[in-house]
C-alpha cells in the first residue's frame, strides 16, 4: 500500500471524548483532516457543537453530543447515537480527563473519587460499551490518554499531581493488558503520553512557561501540530502492528 494511504482515516468513524477543547480538539482536527467521520462529546454540548462546527468547516463529517462518561446512561446514549449515525466505529480515543495538583494529604476524597470516576471509569465504561461493537465487527483501534506523569513525578516547582498521575498510570496499564487480551478480536490498544501542551488542563501554570520551558530538551511546549499526527499515526492503518504501546510526547522530558 502507498505509504500517504496508510496513514488515511477516509470512511473510519472515530468517536473523541471530551473533544470540543485542548487535546481532543487537536486530534479532532487531524482526524478531520486525515479524512475521518467524527463524533465529539463533551459535557458542555454548547462547547461541543462550537468545535463540531469548526471541524466541519474543514470538510469533515461530525456530530457533536453531550455525555459524561462517568455516566453510564451517558455513555450508552453516546454509543447508540454513534451507531445510529454511522453504523460502526473503528477508532475510540479515551480523552476525557480531569486534572488535580495538591499534596495527596490535602486532596479531598470527593475530589479523589471525582479524578477516578472520570479518568478511569470513563474509560472503562466508554472501552466496555464501544468495544463491544468493535469485537462484533473484529477490527478497532482503541486510544487511551496517559501522561508521563505515568512514568515520572511532575517537578514540584511546576506542579504536584499524585492523584492526577495514579489515574494515568491506571490507564497505562490498562492500555497494555486490554492490547493483550484483545488482540485476538484485531483490535489494537495504544496509548498517548502528553508532555505540556497549552490547554484547559494547564491553564493554572500560565505563569510558569519558562520554568516549563527550562525542564523540557527540545526548550519549548508542545502544540498542535506536535500532537495531531501522533494521534492520526495510531488511528491509521500505519500502526497495525503496533498494540500494547504508550507513546510519549513530551519533547524529551522523560529523557
Same mark, same amino acid.
Given at each position: 500500500?502507498?505509504?500517504?494511504?496508510?496513514?488515511?482515516? %477516509?470512511?473510519?468513524?472515530?468517536?473523541?471524548?471530551?473533544?470540543?477543547?485542548?487535546?481532543?480538539?487537536?486530534?479532532a482536527e487531524g482526524f478531520a483532516e486525515a479524512g475521518a467521520r467524527i463524533l465529539l462529546c463533551?459535557?458542555?454540548?454548547?462547547?461541543?457543537?462550537?468545535?463540531?462546527?469548526?471541524?466541519?468547516?474543514?470538510?469533515?463529517?461530525? %456530530?457533536?453530543?453531550?455525555?459524561?462518561?462517568?455516566?453510564?446512561?451517558?455513555?450508552?446514549?453516546?454509543?447508540?447515537?454513534?451507531?445510529?449515525?454511522?453504523?460502526?466505529? /473503528?477508532?475510540?480515543?479515551?480523552?476525557?480527563?480531569?486534572?488535580w495538583g495538591d499534596e495527596l494529604e490535602d486532596t479531598p476524597l470527593e475530589r479523589w473519587d471525582?479524578?477516578?470516576?472520570?479518568?478511569?471509569?470513563?474509560?472503562?465504561?466508554?472501552?466496555?460499551?464501544?468495544?463491544?461493537?468493535?469485537? %462484533?465487527?473484529?477490527?478497532?483501534?482503541?486510544?487511551?490518554?496517559?501522561?508521563?506523569? =505515568?512514568?515520572?513525578?511532575? /517537578?514540584?516547582a511546576i506542579a504536584i499531581t499524585p492523584a492526577y498521575a495514579s489515574t494515568k498510570g491506571a490507564? =497505562?496499564?490498562?492500555?497494555?493488558?486490554?492490547?493483550?487480551?484483545?488482540?485476538?478480536?484485531?483490535?489494537?490498544?495504544?496509548?498517548?503520553?502528553?508532555?505540556?501542551?497549552?490547554?484547559?488542563?494547564?491553564?493554572?501554570? /500560565?505563569?510558569?512557561? =519558562?520554568?516549563?520551558?527550562?525542564?523540557?530538551?527540545?526548550?519549548?511546549?508542545?502544540?498542535? /501540530?506536535?500532537?495531531?499526527?501522533?494521534?492520526?499515526?495510531?488511528?491509521?492503518?500505519?500502526?497495525?502492528?503496533?498494540?500494547?504501546?504508550?507513546?510519549?510526547?513530551?519533547?524529551?522530558?522523560?529523557?
Amino acid at each position: 500500500m502507498d505509504v500517504m494511504k496508510l496513514f488515511s482515516l %477516509e470512511n473510519k468513524t472515530a468517536i473523541i471524548t471530551g473533544g470540543s477543547k485542548g487535546l481532543g480538539y487537536m486530534m479532532a482536527e487531524g482526524f478531520a483532516e486525515a479524512g475521518a467521520r467524527i463524533l465529539l462529546c463533551s459535557r458542555k454540548i454548547d462547547e461541543c457543537e462550537a468545535a463540531a462546527e469548526k471541524i466541519r468547516a474543514l470538510g469533515a463529517e461530525c %456530530e457533536a453530543i453531550v455525555c459524561d462518561v462517568a455516566n453510564p446512561d451517558d455513555v450508552k446514549a453516546m454509543a447508540e447515537r454513534a451507531h445510529v449515525l454511522f453504523g460502526k466505529v /473503528d477508532i475510540l480515543v479515551n480523552n476525557a480527563g480531569m486534572a488535580w495538583g495538591d499534596e495527596l494529604e490535602d486532596t479531598p476524597l470527593e475530589r479523589w473519587d471525582q479524578i477516578y470516576n472520570t479518568n478511569v471509569r470513563g474509560t472503562f465504561l466508554c472501552t466496555t460499551e464501544i468495544g463491544r461493537n468493535m469485537i %462484533e465487527n473484529k477490527s478497532g483501534k482503541i486510544i487511551n490518554l496517559s501522561s508521563m506523569t =505515568a512514568f515520572k513525578a511532575s /517537578d514540584p516547582a511546576i506542579a504536584i499531581t499524585p492523584a492526577y498521575a495514579s489515574t494515568k498510570g491506571a490507564l =497505562a496499564t490498562l492500555t497494555r493488558s486490554l492490547a493483550r487480551y484483545w488482540a485476538k478480536h484485531n483490535i489494537t490498544v495504544n496509548g498517548i503520553a502528553p508532555g505540556i501542551f497549552p490547554s484547559n488542563a494547564t491553564k493554572g501554570l /500560565d505563569k510558569k512557561v =519558562a520554568e516549563m520551558e527550562a525542564v523540557i530538551p527540545l526548550g519549548r511546549l508542545g502544540y498542535t /501540530d506536535d500532537f495531531k499526527g501522533t494521534a492520526v499515526f495510531l488511528a491509521s492503518s500505519a500502526a497495525d502492528y503496533i498494540t500494547g504501546h504508550i507513546l510519549v510526547v513530551d519533547g524529551g522530558m522523560l529523557t
